[in-house]
Structures are given as C-alpha cells and as structure tokens.
C-alpha cells in the first residue's frame, strides 16, 4: 500500500496544478486564519480509533522555533456537518472511506474559494491510516504550508512596496518580493539588511515584534562553499560585522537548544542549503535576545556569486509561527536575475 500511494501522490500533484481555471474568477475569497487546517471526515471516522493517529501526527510540531508550536492548528469537523459555512476555509483536509478503490491522495485547489488548497484522501478502510500517517502525511503538511507561503507572497505583491523591491533588485541582483513596511536598515559591500518593526498589544501592554531579511553574497569558488561548516562560518562572520544588538552585543547562530538544520533542496534548477536554526545576540553582557532564523543558499551561475538570503524574527512576548512564515514567504520569493 505504501508503494501505491507514493507513486500516485507525486502524479496527483502534477495533475492538480492543470485544474486552476477561469473558475477563480467567480468564487468568494476563502476564510480561517493562517496556519489553520480544516480536517473533515465522517462520524464513523473519528469515532474508530485508528482516529488518533491522525491526531497525533498533527501535532508535528513547526521546524526550528524556540517553544514549541504546531505546523498547523486543526479543527475537526465531521462530514455530516460540512455546510457552506466551513466550504471556503483556506485549507482543507478531507478523509473518506471508500471499500472499493485503493487507498489514494489527490489535491484540488480553488474548489470552493480562491486560493484554496483541498486534500482528499480516500481510504480503502480506516486501518490503513496508520500506515499512511508515517509515510505521506508530512508531505501533505508541507503542501498545505506551500499554499500559505503562496498566499502570502500573492499578499506581498498587491501590498508591498514595488519601488522597494527594484531597489533590492538593483542592490543584489535578486528579484524579491517583500512585505508591507520593511525598509532598508543597513547596505554596505555585498550585505544588505531589510527591517520590519512593529508592535502588537499584550495584556495591556504594547510590545515589540521585528522581522528582518538580510542578503550577502560572496564569490563562489567550489562546492566546499556549500557545506555546513563554511556557511555557518561565513554567516556568523556576516552577522558579526552588520547585524548589532544593545552594547557590544551582535548577531549570532545559537546551538544552546539545537544546532542549526540544513537540507539540501533543489532552488531554481540547481542545488541549495535550507537552513532553519535559531540566533542569539552575543558579546555584550545581560543581553538576552534571539529567536528563530530560515534562509536559503544558493549560486548563482549568471554572476558567479553565492547568496545567502535569510529572515529572522524577535518578539519574545509572541508564538513565532505566523512571523516566520511571512518571512519564509519573503525568503523563498527570491529569484535570480539573469
């Protein structure tokens, strides 16, 4: 059964792309907040036991944070139960059983609402949700995060600054699409430090929240320039000399919880480092800021220099969840100019 989902589901994906049409034009814009999974089965579903599984594996908890925060927030809604109301949600996830068919995943998007992601996974019987929990479900989470990176960036493109964006542009030589508010902070040789500060009230107290993109680049000399302990290095060095905190205090990578996470993923037809891990401020004394960071590291054979472009978060007083998909919107918006 494994082997027959893992072949359609790559399949499924290529065919859902072909099904977004001229529909969009008339569906109503979706509902629910980001980071929210509508999770939809029958009654006799969430009454097996087998139930709990699911349950379980959605509490995969979002990469990289300090606290501990699920990927998505579920809400469970039973079938009998999905009306109009619940119809437009901007990600659902649909179980249903079915005894003569094999256990299958496809993906629709814009079936009810405008940039709207649905899942359906049809089960030949309940049993068979074990099985598929611990080998497809992960990706079918991470589907669901694309859909909000994309609304995100389509967001940043009607409410961004597009004046910004050439600026960058003109600066890197990367093609980006930045959020609403952030301006240029700090620009010196091959460094370029984008900020966006705000303030949000808790307990009747405003409080602090700042995002920041940061883009260097280096010339790339061979693939030793990709390995962890050079990207590492060459950020640290980076945020040391740019990125400065209260005092004598400055930007570093902090491995007191664990160390930063790199994956090697394919960005714009050639390979790259994803790299998720936290900061801290370092080198002045009593300085206790940080927070989690997300970048990409990639090459760019048109001018033959490597980048690094990564977002970064600090509200202590905040979930980070929200925060770091707007800047992992912004992050993986980049492209190459050639």
């Known amino acids: 059964m494994k082997n027959v989902i893992s072949i359609l589901l790559p399949f499924i994906l290529f ?6 049409g001229n529909q969009q034009s008339y569906l109503p814009g979706n509902s629910g907040n980001q980071g929210e999974l509508l999770i939809v089965a029958p009654a006799s579903f969430w009454n097996d036991s087998d139930a709990d599984f699911l349950r379980q594996a959605m509490l995969m908890l979002y ?11 579920s809400v469970e809604v039973k079938l009998e139960g999905f009306n109009d109301l619940f119809k437009t949600h901007r990600n659902i996830l649909e179980f249903r059983v079915d005894h003569t068919n094999e256990t299958s995943i496809s993906i629709k998007r814009n079936v009810y609402a405008k940039q709207q992601l649905l899942v359906i996974v049809t089960l030949n019987k309940i049993g068979d949700l074990k099985s598929l929990m611990a080998n497809q479900f992960e990706q079918i989470l991470f589907e669901f995060h694309k859909a909000e990176l994309s609304r995100l960036q ?10 910004l964006n050439t600026l960058v542009k003109e600066k890197t030589g990367l093609e980006i699409t930045l959020q609403q508010d952030f301006e240029i902070a700090k620009e010196s040789p091959n460094f370029l430090w984008l900020r966006c500060d705000r303030q949000k009230p808790v307990g009747g107290y405003q409080h602090q929240i700042n995002q920041g993109i940061l883009i260097y680049s280096r010339p790339y000399t061979d693939t030793a320039d990709f390995s962890e302990e050079s990207i ?7 945020n ?17 919880l664990y160390p930063p996470e790199f994956k090697t993923i394919t960005f714009h037809d050639q390979a790259a480092q994803e790299i998720r891990g936290l ?20 090459y760019n054979p048109e001018n033959g220099l490597q980048y690094i472009v990564e977002g970064y978060v600090y509200g202590p007083q905040f979930n980070k969840r929200a925060f770091m998909r707007e800047v ?11």
């Open 15 to 20: 065919l859902s792309s072909c099904e977004e």
């Open 63 to 73: 990469p990289s944070l300090p606290a501990s925060e699920p990927f998505f927030t």
């Open 154 to 163: 389509s967001r940043n493109r009607a409410f961004g600054k597009a004046e």
């Open 232 to 238: 590492a290095a060459w950020k640290n060095d980076v």
């Open 240 to 256: 040391k000399s740019n990125i400065d905190g209260p005092g004598t205090s400055y930007m570093s990578i902090s491995y007191r």
């Open 279 to 298: 900061w801290r401020m370092e080198g002045g004394k009593g300085v206790f800021m940080g927070g989690p960071f997300y970048g990409l590291v990639f």
């Open 328 to 338: 992992e919107a912004i992050v993986s918006s980049v492209s190459p100019v050639l």
